[in-house]
């Protein structure tokens, strides 16, 4: 392969290295045998500009005993390690670990400091042209979960990204986070983690569009993970444990001297308010209908969300200390009130208008929105035994069942999309077909009937395509083909606007809705913010709710400088430490099974520097051009990275006590070929003995996770005992016990073990 032309620096000094590295897609070079590679498989889909060279940096190849402390410049080659006797004699596991690099001529090139900062060694993160959506390069799945896994991470991995499940919704829920908790049984922690994102999971568990599970990485290997319902249960979970001793809805005792105003009781204005609340604002909800919920107590049908459910959630949101102050209508007038007795508002008044069409006798059709509400107050309509309804969304099919499930014999939904197009979520269109509704794909309106001023029917036209060659709608018809349709009623679903006369000259609009900053929710009126639908038409409960959030973030950052939501990350994450008793229900254990089926996805791949676990093995300290830190604070697993590195950050030296000197020490590593291979397992161990019985023992794993990996247990459990086989083999099994071994690598395993027993029984001496 030809590498890519690149612009070359031979630095002179670290802070020259420094100010070249801080440039746009640059990069440090300090052996070669690592970046090189990396630049000539093509891995990253971009090259970088400017590579700095280190190795002309004068003073950082030495290795020098000073002051009761090892000192190794950075730029020290790994044969010049492996061949100094001072540490063949004094330091024998670096000289070990050093020498077992690779071939002679990538020792006699790689440095210290590049084992120590080279890139991930994932297969799928090195594979040549960037073929895999790594997480490590900012994806959103690791391919090994489900591809060739054998030499990963036998201890779980890294959450690099966020999942493609949490990348798939809207609210940026944490799935895998409480998926995990479900799995430990830790109901109570699950449901804390999904209100950090989503306050009312009891609705979205039920009417969500579950977007979620299109992101879902397990639909590679057999169907989704049903997250919808999990979600569910832990929304029944947080409603039936809202309150009282640990109660997942509280607010604190002491409230904030600032008030809040919120209008509209929908999704969105429910969300602020929560998250307001819980940082202990003074929150009023306003709404124009007698009960609050806005779209989830009046528009979504009950057989799809229960309004006791809405009830309870209400009542939830009341304990909290929430004011809501219901059959207020806000004109423009209120609104300026508000403005003045509020130190801030958010607007949430949704999409309510109806949306009609520019026909003849277009009045005698009935709107979708007001026949969804009437029925929700026990105002049904009489209907007829025929029935039509015009729309392709979600509404149209909320509309078409509930008109059947009244005892209608015939009803009927025509929309101008195909099949295929219809914007309907799909399993609703099913649900549809199944109730006996009959579609008509692919027709528009295009003549109201009527008789002596009485409804009769409508004429169809076939709709060829709904948008222009720019994507925009613009409807094609055509006109040789008509069809007539008898019916009683015909019920418009064809979509919302919103409904904004309180808005006066001074609040940005645009396109019928509020301008909004889709990021802090705020608008042209300073401490006036807005979201949900009536700054965007019609979408989903969840995207309400993220704007809900977004807004209250916002709010917090306005009038507390963030304070009170910071305050209420820091106070739940202190009460979920005294509530991770909670258990699954004993009629859970389906739940618990489905939380088992998530993957976790994370990052499973494996630091493999050889160096690494032995410097942390030897408390070694790394200092760099800004700041020194713990060989184990050093490694950290991150995008492009296997350090902690700042962009810019440049290791300069490696420190290791006196103390140290002569311990008992050693480097034990597998590999498949002993030539080239980076290990399978790796294992630093120091394991000093006083009077026949361990001392102060120091045990760290490369390649079995993507952090070096101390065991700490086994350490502890060392302590004091003396050297015997069957001191081995606890501590065999110590080692191994929280291990999460995925398909292919559970013989690393066995590895680790024969590892372990070989450094106790053979490395004291």
């Known amino acids: ?96 670990a050093a020498r077992s690099v690779g071939a002679p001529q990538i020792r006699n090139m790689a440095t210290l400091g590049g084992n120590l900062c080279q890139e991930p060694r994932c297969w799928y993160y090195r594979a040549p042209d960037d073929q895999f959506h790594c997480m490590r390069k900012g994806g959103s799945k690791c391919a090994a979960l489900l591809g060739d896994n054998r030499y990963h991470s036998i201890y779980g991995g890294a959450r690099m990204a966020a999942p493609g499940c949490t990348s798939s919704c809207p609210g940026r829920v944490e799935i895998a986070s409480y998926m995990e908790q479900v799995r430990l049984g830790n109901l109570h922690e699950a449901a804390a983690i999904l209100l950090e994102q989503n306050p009312l999971p009891a609705m979205t568990g039920r009417i969500c569009p579950h977007t979620c599970e299109s992101g879902c990485n397990r639909k590679a290997l057999d169907a989704p993970v049903s997250i919808r319902n999990v979600e569910r249960v832990l929304g029944d979970y947080v409603l039936e444990h809202s309150s009282g001793a640990g109660g997942l809805m509280k607010a604190p005792s002491k409230k904030l001297k600032h008030k809040v105003a919120i209008v509209g009781s929908g999704p969105a204005g429910l969300s602020a308010a929560f998250y307001l609340a819980q940082a202990g604002y003074r929150v009023t909800v306003f709404d124009r209908l007698s009960k609050a919920g806005g779209m989830l107590a009046y528009t979504i049908p009950a057989y799809r969300l229960p309004k006791e459910l809405v009830d309870k959630q209400i009542a939830a949101l009341k304990k909290m200390g929430i004011q809501f102050q219901l059959k207020t209508a806000i004109g423009q007038k209120e609104f300026k009130e508000l403005r003045r007795k509020y130190n801030a508002v958010f607007l949430a008044t949704g999409a309510w208008k109806q949306k009609t069409l520019n026909l003849e006798n277009a009045h005698l059709l009935s709107s979708g929105m007001e026949f969804l509400t ?107 083909q008509k069809k007539t349709f008898e019916a009683d009623q015909i019920i418009l679903a064809i979509g919302q606007s919103a409904e904004i006369s309180y808005a006066d000259q001074a609040l940005k609009t645009t396109h019928g809705v509020i301008a909004a900053d889709p990021h802090s929710m705020s608008t042209s009126i300073k401490n006036v913010f807005a979201g949900g639908d009536v ?130 020490q050693q480097y034990l590593k597998f590999r498949i070929r002993n030539a080239i291979d980076f290990p399978i397992v790796s294992l630093a161990a120091v394991l000093n003995t006083e009077h026949g019985k361990f001392k102060d023992s120091r045990l760290v794993c490369g390649a079995v996770s993507p952090l070096p990996l101390r065991l700490r247990e086994v350490e502890a459990f060392l302590e004091g005992k003396s050297v015997t086989e069957e001191i081995a083999a606890v501590a065999m099994e110590l080692a191994v016990k929280e291990a999460q071994p995925i398909g292919k690598n559970s013989y690393k395993l066995q590895i680790v073990k024969t590892l372990l027993k070989r450094a106790i029984l053979n490395g004291t001496a």
């Open 1 to 96: 392969m030809i590498l890519k032309n690149f612009k070359h620096l031979n630095a002179k000094s670290l802070k020259e290295a420094e100010k070249a590295s801080t440039k746009i897609r640059s990069k440090l070079i300090a052996g070669g045998t690592d970046l090189l590679g990396v630049l000539k498989d093509k891995i990253h889909s971009e090259a970088p500009e400017y590579v700095i060279n280190l190795k002309t940096v004068p003073s950082l190849r030495y290795i020098k005993f000073e002051k009761k402390t090892l000192r190794i410049g950075a730029l020290t080659t790994l044969s010049e390690l492996g061949k100094n006797k001072f540490l063949q004699e004094n330091f024998p596991a670096l000289t070990q």
């Open 374 to 480: 009437n029925l929700q107050r026990g105002k049904a309509p009489m209907l007829g035994d025929n029935v039509l309804v015009i729309g392709g969304g979600n509404v149209a099919i909320d509309v078409a069942i509930s008109v059947k499930r009244m005892g209608v014999k015939n009803v009927t939904m025509a929309c101008l999309e195909a099949r295929e197009q219809m914007p309907a979520f799909p399993e609703e269109i099913a649900e549809a077909v199944k109730e006996g509704i009959h579609l008509l794909p692919s027709w528009g309106p295009h003549r109201v009937l009527s008789t002596g001023g009485q409804l009769t029917g409508m004429e169809l036209v076939r709709c060829t395509s709904v948008l222009d060659e720019d994507g925009r709608f613009h409807p094609s018809f055509d006109p040789a």
């Open 535 to 664: 700054t965007s038409g019609p979408l989903t409960v969840i995207h309400s709710i993220a704007s809900g959030r977004k807004a209250a973030v916002s709010i917090d950052q306005c009038l507390n400088s963030g304070q009170g939501i910071q305050a209420v990350v820091e106070r739940t994450s202190a009460s979920r430490r005294i509530e991770l008793g909670a258990k699954l229900a004993s009629g859970n254990f389906e739940l618990e099974a489905e939380a088992k089926r998530c993957l976790n996805c994370s990052c499973v791949a494996v630091n493999a520097s050889d160096m690494a676990p032995v410097l942390i093995a030897l408390d070694a300290k790394i200092r760099t051009t800004s700041r020194t830190l713990a060989a184990e604070d050093f490694f950290a697993a991150g995008q492009g990275t296997s350090t902690v590195l700042a962009p810019g950050e440049i290791v300069c030296e490696i420190e290791i006590p006196s103390k140290m000197q002569s311990v008992p």
